[in-house]
């Protein structure tokens, strides 16, 4: 296995610029799944994808009718086999790969997310990305969070498991799952019962902080439960000069909504969040606005104190539309559960790093926020006996996840790769 990671690491580079270049939404990913499903299969995986992947009613926040079919129509542009994308029809993004070696031993799991934001990625001179000629080539849409690194680490290791299967023993099964951003791809793959069986769950994730390359922690804690809410408010429209009084304003129940949200008393229990990341309302100077639109998320420490957070929340919604006698809708577009990883697995884990060449520390335990919908995978793995982790791979930020100017350092690419298969190799191997 000596010079594996050296001899992958131009390939590695190559399929992060790929992925880079053509960013896609969440359940939106048919270009990104094609070119996945492809390669896992001229690794020899069999693959999964379309139905067998996740439970269709378990999804959550699937864009419109619309939206999905300019989308597949896109794909077809691109290049995408049109037998493979009838049965990723509807949004049914996503691949699963799986490798039997035929030989007794566990069932191994890894999870790498796939999708991207919606963000217009910068054209800045100083942007590595731009530099280089890679930036993304679809407007409003860019990878600003790393999940372009992820699939290329899931690549790396399909191909470690692919060259030296031989001597590995059990089963092994990639997710490389849509739809992380807003909590909505894992679950659904969850419920499709992927997770049932596992015995040891790994999965995680570039930066995060900004640390050196070479720093690897082998569990994370802090990960909140969240849920994600979009909200419709509903009025009556009237000329705001001559018949103000018949109209009722649904940009006033939103806005009144908006500043009574941030004042949410939080909780002793715990940490607790809440941010409106999106408003629309109103279409003219002289119009009383009948539609305003919110995007909410909520987030706490424990599951109690996220649901605390949501049913303030639903219950201030509801008080700003009837001061203004407005409708209103709220809709559940996002979810996940608390997270935290089996403390079992540090040493392993650390044994495993500590023969690697491009990893330089390795870190117990890092204290994050923010949330994950690994979390679904990891606790339904926990549930069942089984062993899960998220780990965090080290690289600078210049800039934080999410903004228009995100990058990594592609060396940390090599130092994921190392991590994981030195797992593979050490604890789930014939020897």
């Not at 997770?195 to 999965?203: E, R």
């Not at 129940?253 to 949200?261: D, K, P």
Request: glycine content about 10%.
């Amino acid at each position: 296995m000596k010079g594996f990671i050296e001899s992958i690491t131009p390939q590695l580079i190559q399929w992060r610029r790929d992925f880079h270049q053509y960013p896609e939404l969440g359940f939106t990913e048919y270009v990104t799944s094609y070119k996945l499903a492809k390669e896992l299969e001229r690794l020899g995986f069999t693959i999964h994808i379309g139905k067998d992947v996740m439970k269709q009613e378990a999804r959550l926040g699937i864009p419109s009718s619309k939206e999905l079919q300019f989308y597949e129509s896109k794909a077809i542009k691109h290049g995408v086999e049109k037998d493979i994308l009838d049965r990723m029809q509807g949004g049914m993004t996503g691949v699963i790969a799986t490798w039997n070696t035929g030989r007794p031993g566990d069932h191994v799991a890894l999870r790498f997310d796939i999708d991207a934001l919606p963000i217009q990625e910068t054209r800045e001179t100083s942007h590595f990305p731009h530099q280089q000629g890679f930036t993304s080539l679809n407007e409003q849409v860019m990878h600003a969070c790393g999940h372009d690194g992820h699939m290329t680490i899931g690549l790396g290791v399909a191909s470690f498991i692919s060259d030296y299967h031989e001597r590995l023993c059990g089963k092994f099964t990639l997710l490389f799952q849509p739809a992380e951003e807003g909590g909505r791809g894992a679950k659904a793959i969850t419920a499709n019962g992927w997770l049932d069986d596992v015995d040891y769950f790994y999965s995680g994730h570039i930066g995060i902080e900004s640390l050196p390359v070479g720093t690897v922690a082998a569990t994370v804690d802090g990960f909140l439960a969240s849920s994600k809410l979009n909200v419709t408010f509903k009025g009556v429209s009237s000329h705001a000069g001559m018949k103000p009084e018949l109209g009722k304003n649904a940009l006033l129940a939103a806005s009144s909504a908006v500043s009574s949200l941030y004042g949410i008393s939080r909780h002793s229990g715990g940490i607790t969040r809440i941010n409106v990341g999106k408003m629309m309302a109103g279409s003219g100077r002289n119009i009383i606005p009948a539609d305003a639109y919110l995007e909410i998320e909520t987030r706490g420490e424990t599951e109690e104190m996220n649901s605390y957070m949501q049913n303030e929340a639903k219950r201030i919604i509801k008080a700003s539309a009837m001061m203004q006698g407005v409708e209103y809708q709220i809709e559940a577009v996002g979810q996940t559960e608390q997270l935290k990883g089996s403390n079992e697995l540090i040493s392993s884990i650390e044994i495993a790093c500590d023969k690697g060449k491009y990893i330089e520390q390795v870190w117990p335990v890092a204290l994050v926020s923010g949330s994950e919908d690994a979390s679904f995978m990891m606790n339904r793995v926990q549930a069942n006996n089984g062993l899960a982790t998220y780990m965090l791979f080290g690289t600078p930020l210049d800039f934080p996840h999410h903004h228009p100017s995100f990058d990594f350092q592609e060396d940390v690419l090599p130092v994921a790769v190392e991590a994981l298969t030195n797992i593979i190799q050490t604890n789930h191997s014939n020897k």
